[in-house]
């Protein structure tokens, strides 16, 4: 396992139309239902032409018939993997879909994806039953909340959880005190892109989430900001969600990413239907903690995307007046981060309340310096 930004990379071995070996990096997302190739490496491997996709995961040989798989990245409902990965070279998106005739174990730990039969033997950790669309391969897991039972999935091609808005506001009208940020900081500026869904949400941690004879703690979580606006959605329900759930098992109010999976080993029996949690390291509370922005990638370059308002803050931090939305973020503390990945930046970002960071950003061609407080979001 490659870890980025505490989503999963991994590097497989594809069959070229001779024979060959063609190694390449691939993000295995959860989330999704159908392989995806980039344009050039769909042509390379002669799937244009109708031969079946043919790979090699750990020491496992899978075969996926040719219009089961996607053309090219970056089209609709599609993310392009530049925008998210660069500079690590991810040329294909490989879902859980494939491998849901196998045991599949991912050991955050020491960054391990192993693959193995069922019944082979009993794998470590609390079990969890779920639930597993075959079409998809995307598993739910019911979990309890105070009171309420709610489905999840879980997906570690997410690096943040992020749920439906419209039940977290319901939860966050009882529990105010959950909250942490308004608008989307740290890991949970996921994909940084400049809509409102994500860079206005509200991130919370959940106390206690009861999965069975499993708890987990402190939940950190991204409730989306509605989609249309606040009223459409109100009349119609959350948009993404109602769609993106269609490939659940359940109507899921939202996904487990990485920064929950990551505490743990995860095994997934897919033919049992059984998932199995062995505690790695206790939950990082300040895995947040940064200068109170949100951003937006274009390209290699950063741009402040919006301004977040601490939970207990009437407005966002005096120590960011000067800085404009749409500013170019082209360096920290000196570093210059326009070829970094989000990890990276994220990561210069990131550090104790109350120490600096000197923000250096381009407006209209001209510099502008600030030195700025990293926030405490925990």
């Known amino acids: 396992m490659i870890p980025d930004a505490d989503r999963v990379l991994l590097e497989v071995t594809f069959e070229t139309p001779q024979g060959g070996a063609r190694k390449a990096l691939v993000w295995f997302n959860m989330g999704m239902a159908q392989p995806v190739l980039t344009k050039a490496l769909y042509r390379e491997l002669g799937i244009d032409k109708g031969r079946p996709l043919r790979l090699t995961i750990s020491d496992r040989t899978i075969d996926v018939p040719p219009d089961a798989v996607v053309d090219g990245d970056g089209g609709i409902g599609v993310p392009e993997f530049r925008h998210l990965f660069a500079p690590k070279p991810v040329e294909a998106?490989?879902?859980?879909?494939?491998?849901?005739?196998?045991?599949?174990?991912?050991?955050?730990?020491?960054?391990?994806?192993?693959?193995?039969?069922?019944?082979?033997?009993?794998?470590?950790g609390v079990a969890?039953?779920?639930?597993?669309?075959?079409?998809?391969?995307?598993?739910a897991i019911t979990t309890e909340v105070g009171d309420g039972v709610y489905p999840f999935a879980v997906d570690a091609g997410a690096g943040y959880?992020?749920?439906?808005g419209d039940v977290a506001r319901a939860w966050l009208v009882r529990h105010p005190d959950w909250r942490r940020a308004f608008g989307a900081v740290g890991p949970a500026n996921a994909n940084m892109v400049d809509f409102a869904f994500e860079k206005d949400g509200v991130v919370f941690r959940i106390p206690r989430i009861e999965v069975g004879a499993l708890t987990l703690d402190n939940v950190g979580v991204l409730a989306t900001a509605p989609v249309i606006g606040a009223f459409v959605d109100g009349l119609f329900g959350d948009f993404f969600w109602d769609n993106w759930s269609k490939a659940a098992p359940a109507p899921v109010i939202g996904w487990l990413g990485g920064n929950v999976l990551k505490d743990y080993i995860l095994t997934i029996d897919y033919p049992d239907r059984t998932t199995y949690w062995r505690k790695q390291r206790t939950t990082d509370l300040g895995e947040l903690n940064q200068p109170s922005v949100t951003l937006?990638?274009?390209?290699?370059?950063?741009?402040?995307?919006?301004?977040?308002?601490?939970?207990?803050?009437?407005?966002?931090e005096e120590s960011l007046q000067g800085v404009e939305i749409g500013d170019e973020l082209v360096a920290i503390d000196g570093?210059?981060?326009?070829?970094?990945g989000r990890e990276a930046v994220l990561s210069k970002l990131h550090g104790?309340?109350?120490s600096r960071r000197r923000l250096q950003l381009e407006r209209s061609g001209g510099?502008?310096?600030?030195?700025?407080?990293?926030i405490g979001f925990d």
């Open 128 to 139: 969890v039953p779920c639930e597993v669309n075959t079409k998809t391969g995307i598993v």
């Open 161 to 164: 959880s992020w749920m439906r």
């Open 93 to 124: 998106m490989l879902p859980a879909r494939i491998v849901q005739k196998f045991v599949v174990t991912l050991d955050y730990g020491h960054r391990t994806f192993a693959i193995s039969e069922s019944g082979a033997r009993k794998p470590d």
């Open 296 to 316: 937006v990638r274009r390209d290699d370059h950063y741009f402040i995307g919006g301004f977040v308002r601490k939970a207990d803050s009437v407005a966002a």
């Open 352 to 354: 104790v309340p109350g």
């Open 335 to 340: 570093a210059d981060i326009r070829s970094f």
């Open 367 to 374: 510099r502008v310096d600030i030195d700025t407080a990293i």
